[in-house]
C-alpha cells in the first residue's frame, strides 16, 4: 500500500489513499458534495456540474467526481461561490423540467427535489416556453418520460458497464440529447430495472410501481428474494399487505444494488388470483374447502394410521422453503413418521464437492469472492442467463480490478465480453477441455471456480483434482437453483444424508423410487411439484400437499393445504455460496399459513409436539445451530441483514449420491420454476430473450 | 487556387507555395524546398528537434495558444503502446477559414510536419481529421497522400530512412465540438462527439487510448519552416514569445477581406486599414472579434493592438484561431450576439448542465429581445446567466458561448436595453412575468 | 444488405484505414458516404453499419443523431442548398440571401422540394467567412455570394435535375 495522502478539506486534515477522489473523502467525513451524475462503480463523467468545489492554487472551480486527492490540498465544499455555482446550475437544469412533482413516482426521494430544497432555486426567472415531449413505453416495464430526465447518463452506464448489455444510448444532440433504447419499441435486454433503480429522479419508471402510491406510503421490508439461489437481498415495498416494489437502493447485503429481473417485478406472484387461501379436502373425488383444523385432523389421522400400520411414507420438500421448515419438516419425517424416504429435487451436486473438499478451510466461495478473487472460471453455465447476481460480481470484479475471467461452455456467453481464456465445450465435455486453460490458470495467483449441473460426480472430484494440481488457492461454488436449495441439503432433505451431511443409518427412497413405488402408502409434498413432470405409481396413495398454488401435484392431491410465500415468513435461507441470511416477513395472505406452522399442527394433532418443539422460527433455529454442523453462525450479522458463511464438514462423508438425481430446471432471467408461471410480469416479458449479445456474431461486437 | 488577391504587406512563410503550378503534387513540393526538413529532421534526434520547436516559440494554432514544443515534450516516447500523429483540420470555429487553404494549396507541408512529429515521438501513423463539409479538400488531400506514396515519401522505409509512416484522411459529419481534441478523438473512434474528462490529455492517452500528438494544421505545417530556418529566426518573425506567423482570416465590413499571412503580433488597426484594404464604404469600424466567435469582442477603440497571445490576453480577450471579424458602426450587436449564440446552442454536445441549459434559454432570450419582446431586466438576465456557465461547465465551449456574451453585453449593453425600450413587456420583469405561470 | 459495388470498394477502403480491432474508427465516414451514395439513411443500412464496424444498433443511432450532416431519418433532397449566416455571413448579407432562397424555392429550414430534388438548410460557418457570404450546395462552395448568383445557381438546379 502507498503512503496516504494529506489533504484539508473544510479545515480539517484528512488521509486518504493515493487516488481516491475528493467526492469519496468528503463523504467519509460525512460531507455529502452534491452530484447527480458521479456513482460509485461507474465510470466518470462529470456531466452535472454539482459536485465543484474549490481548491487552493487552482484557478477554477473542480469536480470532486473526478479530482483524485493531492499531498497538501486545500479544499473548500461549501462555500459561497459554491452555493451561487449550484444554484445557478440547478437553475438551468430546472428549465426545462416539468416539475412535475406532485404526480411524479420519484417525489419523496427524488435526488433533484432534494438538491433543489439544499440549495434553493425553485423561483425560475425562466419564461419561455418548454419544449414537449411524449412518454414512451420501452418495453413492458420500463417507461421513459423524457422531460424529467437531468441526462445524467447513470442509466446507459449501468446498463453497458454494470450489465454488458448496451440496450441504452444518447441520440440528439445538446438541448435535444435524449436516452433511447436500443429499439425504439422494445429494449432488447435483461429487463434487470437497475436503469429504472439508478435513475435519481422520475424519468425512468415501471410498470409494476408506476402510480401506485408513494414512497412515504410503504413498509420498506429488507428480505430475500425467493427466485434463484444467489440469494439477493431485497427491499420490499408493502401496502395493506401488498408488494409494491422491490429494489435494494441501500446497497446492503451481499448484492449491493443489484437485482435482476425477477428480484425487481417477480413478487407479483404473491398476490396472485390463484393464490389458495383456503385448505381442501378430496370428498367424492373432488377437492372441497375445508377448515383448517378439519383438514389438520384429517391429515393426522391418516398420517398416523399409517404410520402405525408400518407402511410406506414419502416425504418430499423444497428448495425454496427455510431451513427451519427443511430441518423441522425431515425431523418430523424421521422421527414421527418414522420413514427415511425424504428427498427434494437437486439441482447441483453439493454432496461431492464437499466430501471432495472434506476438511479443506476456505475452499468455498462467498458472493464477495466472485468480486475479489484475481480470476474466475466459469464451467457449464451462463451465468448471465441463470445466476445473474454471480455474473454482476465477476463483471465487477473485472470492470474494478480487472480480474481474469475464463470460461468452459458449450455456447457463447456474455462473459465473453472480457474473457481472457474461453473455451467451447460440450457439455459432460467440460473437464476434458479444462486442460486447454491450464498453463494460463497455473499462472494466475488464485482462482474461484464456479460450475453447474453438467460437472456431477466423478466430473466433481477431477475438476477439485485439477484445481488441487494448479498450485494456487482455489474456491468453489457449486451452482443449485432456487433460493434454498443448498438448505435443503444442509438441513438433510435427502434420504441418505441427515442435517449436516451426517450419513443416514438406513437408507429410504429417493424422490424417483418414491414416486415409481406401488405400495406407497402416503406422500407430502410441502411446495414442490414432482408430477409436473412425473407420474406417481401408487394408485391408492393418500397425498398431501402444501403449496401457494393448485399445481399438478397439488390437483392429484387428498388434502392441500395453502401455504406461506418467502415473503410471508420469518426463518433463513442459505445461498449457493452457503451464506445463510435472515427473511423478514413482509406481508401476509389471508387463509394461507407458514409451512412451518402447518408442520407444527400436525405434529401437535399427532401428539407429537413435545418431541417436536415449537414451531417459531427462532427456536427452530436455535436448534438448528446446535444440530447442523456449519450453522454456528454469528447471529448479530444475520440479525442486521448480513450473509454468514456456514462451514463445511470437517471429514469425508462418504455416502455416494446418484448422479441422475441432479438436474438443474436450468431457469433463465424469465422463468422461475412454478413460482415464475404465476408471475404475469415474468410472462408478460418472456418474448425478451436478451437475444443481442447471443449468437456468435454478437461476440465480436463487445470485445472490443 | 486563390480565393483573394495575396497582399504586400504579408510575410509569406507557410503560404509561399501557394498558388505555384500544381502545388500539390510531390513534385512541385520538392521542387520548393518541399521533405528538406524532413531531410534534416531525420538526422536529428527528438531532443534537437523538441529544441528547435521551443526556441521557435509556436504556439498552437487551433485556438488556445499552448507551447508546442512543450506538449510535444509530454509525450511519454518510452510507452510501449503505438503512438499516434492527428491533426485537428475540423476548422469550425466562425470566423476561420486558414486550414482550409493550407490543405487546399499545400497539402504535403502538412505531411511533412506530421512526419516530423512523428519522428520526435516514434510514430508510424497519423490521422487528418477533417471537416465533412470539407470533402473537396479530403479528395485533394487523399490525391497528395498517394502521389507520396508512389514516390516514396510515405509508407514502408522512406526515402530509405529506415522511418515508415502511414497517414489517412478521417471526415468528420458536421459537429463544431469535434474540433475540441478530446471530444475529436473520440470522433475518431466512431463515438458521439462528446469531450473527454482530462488528465490524462492525449500526449499521454489520446487516440485509442495511446500517446497522441494533436495539432492544428497551422501548427503542424509550420514545423517544416521552423527546421529550415531555425526555430530562433522563425520565432524572430513575431513577437516574444509569439513566434512566426500566422494565416489571419480577415472578415467583415472591409474592402478586402481575405486570408494573409502575417507575422504574429501584427496591429489589428493596420491589418484593418492596410492590409485589408480600410473599412468598407468609409464607414466607422465598431468592433472586432479577434480571433473566431468564441474570443470576446473588442471596441473600436481597442483596436490598436498587437494581435498575438499575450497582448490579447491582456485587454480580457483573446488570439483564438485567428479569425478577425470586423463590424462597421451600421451593425446591430443584438443581432450579433443572437446569432452566435445560435451557433453555439447549436452545437452544444449537451454532455453537460450548464452548457446544454445555459445556451438554450440564452438563445431564447436574445430571441426574444431581438423579437421585440424584451423584458426590464434581459440585459442584466443575459449577463448573469452567462456568468453562471463561464468556468463551469465540462469543456471551454460552455465558456465559448458565455465570453462574447458578457463582452457583448457589458459592452453594448445601451443596445440591448434600446430593444427592450420599444418592447410592449419592458416593464414586466422576468420573474413578475405572466408567461412563467404554466410557461 | 447487399450495398452497391462502388460503396462496398469505398466501405472496405475505409473500414481499412484503422487497426482492425478499432474497426468503429469507420463509422461515421461510412454513415456519410453511404448517404452521400444512397441519397439517404434507412434503418437497415444502420443495422448493416453497425454489424460491420462491431456494435449495437443503438451506438449507430447515437452517432448518427449526433452529426449534423447526417440526415436521419428524414433524408436531404439530391442537391442540398446550404446557406450561411453565421457571423461573417450574417455581416454580409447572409440572411437576406437566406430569406431569398426560402422565397423562391418555397422552402424552410431542412425542407425537401415535393420531388426530393431540393432542399434547403441554414448552416452554420462553413469556413468561407473571408469570401462571405458563402454557401454549399452538395459539396460545392460558392463564394461572395451575390443575390443575382444566387438566382443563377438555383435555376441551375432544376435545370440539371
Ligand atoms: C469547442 C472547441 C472547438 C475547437 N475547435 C477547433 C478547431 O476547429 N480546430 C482546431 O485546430 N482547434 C480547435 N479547438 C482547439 C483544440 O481543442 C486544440 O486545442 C487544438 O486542436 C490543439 O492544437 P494546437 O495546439 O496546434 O492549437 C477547439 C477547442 C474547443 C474548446
Ligand atoms: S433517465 Fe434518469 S438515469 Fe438516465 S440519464 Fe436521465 S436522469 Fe439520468
Ligand atoms: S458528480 Fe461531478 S459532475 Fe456530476
Excluded at chain 2, 85 to 109: F, H, M, W, Y
Excluded at chain 2, 410 to 433: C, G, L, T, W
Excluded at chain 3, 67 to 77: D, N
Aim: some cysteine; overall charge negative; aromatic content about 8%.
Amino acid at each position: 500500500m502507498a503512503d496516504p495522502v494529506k489533504l484539508t478539506i473544510d479545515g480539517i486534515a484528512v488521509e486518504a489513499a493515493p487516488g481516491t477522489l475528493l467526492i469519496e473523502v468528503a463523504r467519509e467525513m460525512g460531507k455529502e458534495i452534491p452530484a447527480f451524475c458521479y456513482y460509485e462503480g461507474l465510470t466518470q463523467v462529470a456531466a452535472c456540474r454539482m459536485c465543484l468545489v474549490e481548491i487552493d492554487g487552482m484557478p477554477k472551480l473542480m469536480t470532486a467526481c473526478t479530482q483524485p486527492v493531492g499531498e497538501g490540498m486545500v479544499v473548500r465544499t461549501e462555500t459561497p461561490k459554491l452555493a451561487e455555482a449550484r444554484k445557478g446550475t440547478l437553475e438551468f437544469l430546472l428549465t426545462n423540467h416539468p416539475l412535475d412533482c406532485p404526480v411524479c413516482d420519484k417525489g419523496g426521494e427524488c435526488e433533484l427535489q432534494d438538491m433543489v430544497f439544499r440549495y434553493g432555486a425553485a423561483e425560475s426567472r425562466y419564461v419561455e416556453i418548454k419544449h414537449h415531449h411524449e412518454e414512451q413505453q420501452w418495453s413492458p416495464v420500463v417507461y421513459f418520460d423524457p422531460a424529467r430526465c437531468i441526462l445524467c447518463y447513470r442509466c446507459v452506464r449501468v446498463c453497458s458497464e454494470g450489465m454488458g448489455v448496451n440496450a441504452l444510448g444518447i441520440v440528439q444532440r445538446g438541448a435535444y440529447a435524449e436516452i433511447a433504447p436500443n429499439h425504439t419499441d422494445h429494449l432488447n435486454c435483461d429487463e434487470c430495472g437497475a436503469c429504472i433503480d439508478i435513475c435519481p429522479v422520475g424519468a425512468l419508471t415501471s410498470d409494476s410501481y408506476r402510480y401506485q402510491t408513494r414512497p412515504w406510503e410503504m413498509n420498506h421490508v429488507g428480505t430475500v428474494c425467493t427466485h434463484c439461489s444467489n440469494g439477493c437481498k431485497t427491499t420490499l415495498g408493502v401496502r395493506n399487505d401488498q408488494i409494491l416494489r422491490g429494489n435494494n437502493r441501500d446497497r446492503s447485503g451481499i448484492n449491493g444494488e443489484f437485482l435482476c429481473v425477477k428480484g425487481r417485478y417477480a413478487f407479483d406472484f404473491n398476490e396472485s388470483d390463484e393464490r389458495l387461501t383456503t385448505p381442501m379436502i378430496r370428498k367424492g373425488g373432488k377437492l372441497e374447502p375445508a377448515s383448517w383444523s378439519d383438514a389438520i385432523r384429517f391429515v393426522a389421522g391418516k398420517f398416523k394410521q399409517v404410520a402405525d400400520a408400518g407402511r410406506r411414507i414419502g416425504v418430499v420438500g423444497s428448495a425454496r422453503t427455510t431451513n427451519e421448515e427443511n430441518y423441522y419438516l425431515q425431523k418430523f419425517a424421521r422421527q414421527v413418521l418414522g420413514t427415511q424416504s425424504i428427498d427434494h429435487q437437486r439441482s447441483g451436486d453439493v454432496v461431492t464437492l464437499l466430501d471432495a473438499l472434506a476438511g479443506r478451510q476456505n475452499a468455498l466461495a462467498t458472493v464477495e469472492d466472485l468480486y475479489q478473487s484475481k480470476a474466475v472460471l466459469v464451467i457449464g453455465t451462463d451465468l448471465a442467463q441463470q445466476h445473474p447476481l454471480l455474473h454482476w460480481q465477476i463483471r465487477a470484479n473485472w470492470r474494478h480490478h480487472g480480474a481474469h475471467t475464463y470460461s468452459v461452455t458449450a455456447g457463447p456467453v456474455r462473459e465473453d465480453q472480457h474473457t481472457v481464456g474461453a473455451v467451447r465445450a460440450a457439455e459432460g465435455q467440460e473437464i476434458a477441455a479444462l486442460e486447454q486453460l491450464r498453463a494460463q490458470l497455473a499462472a494466475e495467483a488464485e482462482l474461484a471456480i464456479v460450475f453447474g449441473d453438467s460437472v456431477k460426480g466423478d466430473a466433481v472430484r477431477q475438476l477439485v483434482a485439477f484445481g488441487d494440481s494448479l498450485g494456487i488457492p482455489v474456491k468453489y461454488v457449486c451452482l443449485v437453483d432456487y433460493v434454498n436449495s443448498r438448505g435443503a441439503l444442509d438441513m438433510g432433505l435427502t434420504p441418505e444424508l441427515e442435517p449436516g451431511y451426517r450419513a443416514a443409518a438406513d437408507r429410504g427412497m429417493t424422490l424417483p423410487q418414491m414416486l415409481a413405488d406401488e405400495h406407497l402408502a402416503a406422500l407430502w409434498v410441502v411446495n414442490a411439484d414432482p408430477l409436473r413432470d412425473g407420474a406417481l405409481a401408487a394408485k391408492d396413495a393418500f397425498v398431501v400437499v402444501q403449496d401457494l398454488f393448485l399445481t399438478a401435484t397439488a390437483q392429484r392431491a387428498d388434502v392441500v393445504l395453502p401455504s406461506a410465500s418467502l415473503y410471508e415468513k420469518q426463518g433463513t435461507v442459505t445461498n449457493v455460496c452457503g451464506e445463510v441470511q435472515r427473511l423478514k416477513k413482509a406481508a401476509q395472505t389471508m387463509g394461507a399459513k407458514a409451512d412451518l406452522e402447518i408442520i407444527g399442527l400436525i405434529a401437535k394433532e399427532m401428539g407429537a409436539a413435545a418431541k417436536m418443539g415449537p414451531w417459531m422460527a427462532d427456536k427452530v433455529f436455535t436448534e438448528v445451530q446446535q444440530v447442523v454442523a456449519g450453522y454456528n453462525v454469528p447471529l448479530p450479522v444475520l440479525a442486521t441483514g448480513g450473509a454468514a458463511q456456514t462451514a463445511p464438514p470437517s471429514a469425508k462423508i462418504g455416502v455416494e449420491t446418484d448422479p441422475a438425481l441432479i438436474r438443474s430446471a436450468r431457469d433463465t432471467l424469465f422463468t422461475s420454476g412454478t413460482l415464475g408461471s404465476y408471475s404475469r410480469k415474468l410472462d408478460s416479458l418472456l418474448e425478451s430473450p436478451g437475444s443481442l449479445y447471443q449468437g456468435e456474431d454478437a461476440l465480436a461486437l463487445t470485445a472490443q | 487556387m486563390l480565393f483573394n488577391e495575396p497582399s504586400p504587406l504579408e510575410t509569406k512563410v507557410l503560404s509561399r507555395r501557394f498558388g505555384l503550378p500544381n502545388s500539390q503534387s510531390v513534385e512541385t513540393f520538392v521542387a520548393n524546398e518541399g521533405f528538406a526538413a524532413f531531410r534534416k529532421a531525420v538526422a536529428m534526434t527528438p531532443e534537437a528537434i523538441i529544441d528547435e520547436v521551443k526556441k521557435s516559440n509556436l504556439r498552437g494554432r487551433g485556438g488556445a495558444g499552448f507551447p508546442t514544443g512543450m506538449k510535444w515534450s509530454f509525450v511519454p516516447r518510452n510507452n510501449p503502446k503505438p503512438k499516434y500523429i492527428v491533426v485537428n483540420a475540423d476548422e469550425s470555429e466562425p470566423g476561420t477559414c486558414k486550414d482550409r487553404l493550407l490543405i487546399q494549396n499545400d497539402p504535403l507541408q502538412l505531411v511533412e510536419g506530421m512526419m516530423i512529429a512523428a519522428l520526435v515521438v516514434g510514430a508510424k501513423c497519423g490521422y487528418i481529421y477533417i471537416r465533412g463539409e470539407y470533402r473537396y479538400l479530403i479528395d485533394i488531400m487523399d490525391r497528395a497522400i498517394a502521389d507520396a506514396y508512389a514516390k516514396g515519401w510515405l509508407g514502408k522505409n522512406i526515402q530509405g530512412t529506415g522511418f515508415d509512416f502511414d497517414v489517412f484522411t478521417h471526415t468528420g459529419a458536421g459537429a463544431y465540438e469535434c474540433g475540441e481534441e478530446s471530444a475529436l478523438l473520440e470522433s475518431l473512434e466512431g463515438k458521439r462527439g462528446v469531450p473527454r474528462i482530462r488528465p490524462p490529455f492525449p500526449a499521454v492517452a489520446g487516440l485509442y487510448r495511446c500517446p497522441t500528438v494533436l495539432n492544428n494544421v497551422e501548427t503542424f505545417a509550420s514545423v517544416p519552416s521552423i527546421l529550415l530556418m531555425g526555430g530562433e529566426a522563425w520565432a524572430n518573425l513575431g513577437t516574444p514569445r509569439n513566434g512566426g506567423t500566422r494565416l489571419f482570416c480577415i472578415s467583415g465590413h472591409v474592402n478586402k477581406p481575405g486570408v494573409y499571412e502575417l507575422p504574429m503580433g501584427f496591429n489589428l488597426m493596420r491589418m484593418i486599414e492596410e492590409v485589408a484594404g480600410g473599412m468598407k464604404g468609409g464607414r466607422k469600424l465598431k468592433a472586432v472579434i479577434p480571433g473566431g466567435s468564441s474570443c470576446p469582442i473588442l471596441k473600436a477603440e481597442e483596436c490598436d493592438i498587437a494581435m498575438d497571445f499575450d497582448a490579447l490576453k491582456a485587454v480580457n480577450s483573446m488570439a483564438g484561431s485567428g479569425g478577425v471579424v470586423v463590424m462597421d458602426e451600421t451593425t446591430d450587436m443584438v443581432k450579433v450576439a443572437l446569432r452566435i449564440m445560435r451557433f453555439y446552442q447549436h452545437e452544444s454536445c449537451g454532455w453537460c448542465i450548464p452548457c446544454r441549459e445555459g445556451t438554450l434559454w440564452l438563445k431564447k432570450i436574445l430571441t426574444r429581445v431581438e423579437g421585440g419582446m424584451g423584458q426590464r431586466n434581459d440585459a442584466a438576465l443575459l449577463h448573469e446567466l452567462a456568468n453562471n456557465m463561464l468556468g463551469r461547465t465540462f469543456c471551454p465551449l460552455g465558456d465559448a458561448a458565455a465570453m462574447p456574451t458578457i463582452s457583448i453585453v457589458e459592452k453594448f449593453r445601451d443596445e440591448f436595453e434600446e430593444y427592450i425600450r420599444r418592447s410592449p413587456m419592458a416593464n414586466v420583469a422576468a420573474e413578475e412575468s405572466e408567461l412563467a405561470v404554466g410557461a | 444488405m447487399t450495398l452497391p459495388p462502388e460503396l462496398e470498394q469505398k466501405f472496405s477502403e475505409i473500414i481499412g484505414k484503422y487497426p482492425p480491432q478499432h474497426k468503429r474508427s469507420a463509422l461515421v465516414p461510412l454513415l456519410l458516404y453511404s448517404q452521400d451514395a444512397l441519397g439517404k439513411i434507412t434503418p437497415e443500412l444502420v443495422t448493416e453499419v453497425a454489424r460491420r464496424v462491431g456494435v449495437f444498433p443503438v451506438q449507430v443511432e447515437e452517432v448518427l443523431t449526433y452529426y449534423s450532416m447526417l440526415h436521419f431519418p428524414k433524408p436531404m433532397g439530391k442537391y442540398h442548398v446550404q446557406i450561411c449566416t453565421n457571423v461573417s455571413c450574417q455581416l454580409t448579407g447572409g440572411p437576406e440571401l437566406w430569406e431569398r432562397a426560402c422565397k423562391k424555392l418555397g422552402l424552410g429550414h431542412k425542407e425537401v422540394s415535393a420531388d426530393g430534388l431540393i432542399s434547403l438548410e441554414e448552416v452554420e460557418c462553413i469556413g468561407a467567412c473571408s469570401w462571405a457570404p458563402a454557401i454549399q450546395i452538395n459539396y460545392d462552395f460558392h463564394h461572395f455570394v451575390t443575390p443575382e448568383k444566387l438566382d443563377e445557381l438555383l435555376d441551375n438546379l432544376r435545370q440539371l435535375q
